[in-house]
T-cell receptor
């Protein structure tokens, strides 16, 4: 019974490079969420997938950010041309459906842009 | 003004004390979550509630939908309870087209319990 997993756990990249962050949700969970936690800041919503519906991208901070979810399971968050302000912990969560079910969080990916 | 406000921002207690953390929100919600984050650790969901009260061990969560307020109580606090406690709300399903899947978070309350 694995929980939500994310990879890599840590990523250091140079400003201007692209990065990909991966999330494996709990098997059978149809809803998947990406959040960001910047140093000294609270958590903020980025994007949300529910089944085959169009994702809610309303939280993505710029067009450098994109995400996809293949086959209704694994999701990849891509940040193009990284900037120092992108440094944060990126958290993925999944839940059974988008209805009132608990969200289970992954351990996060700590991204540092130098 | 944030949609979700927590108080206090920082809380220091002695082992054994009764602790209360408050959360107020300004939007219509379908559920409220209390989350726990240990230093360097992941986030764990403590409670999800939409009405009334829930209890799990020494933790109790209450919500008053009419007053848009929730509290998290810890009885007989212990140093291992030291963590950041985060309140998060799920927007109401009928909230004008807004996705009701995502959570909106409070800033968190940093709790330190001394032995």
């Amino acid at each position: 019974g694995a929980g939500v997993s994310q990879s890599p756990s840590n990523k250091v990249t140079e400003k201007g490079k692209d990065v990909e962050l991966r999330c494996d949700p709990i098997s059978g969970h149809t809803a998947l969420y990406w959040y960001r936690q910047s140093l000294g800041q609270g958590l903020e919503f980025l994007i949300y997938f529910q089944g085959n519906s169009a994702p809610d991208k309303s939280g993505l901070p710029s067009d450098r950010f994109s995400a996809e979810r293949t086959g209704g399971s694994v999701s990849t968050l891509t940040i193009q041309r990284t900037q120092q302000e992108d440094s944060a912990v990126y958290l993925c969560a999944s839940s059974l459906t988008q209805s009132n079910y608990e969200q289970y969080f992954g351990p996060g990916t700590r991204l540092t842009v130098t | 003004k944030n949609e979700v406000e927590q108080s206090p921002q920082n809380l220091t207690a002695q082992e054994g004390e009764f602790i209360t953390i408050n959360c107020s929100y300004s939007v219509g919600i379908s559920a409220l979550h209390w989350l726990q984050q240990h230093p360097g650790g992941g986030i764990v969901s403590l409670f999800m509630l939409s009405s009334g009260k829930k209890k799990h061990g020494r933790l109790i969560a209450t919500i008053n939908i009419q007053e848009k307020h929730s509290s998290l109580h810890i009885t007989a606090s212990h140093p291992r309870d030291s963590a950041v406690y985060i309140c998060a709300v799920r927007p109401n399903f009928n909230a004008g087209g807004t996705s009701y899947g995502k959570l909106t978070f409070g800033q968190g309350t940093i709790l330190t319990v001394h032995p």
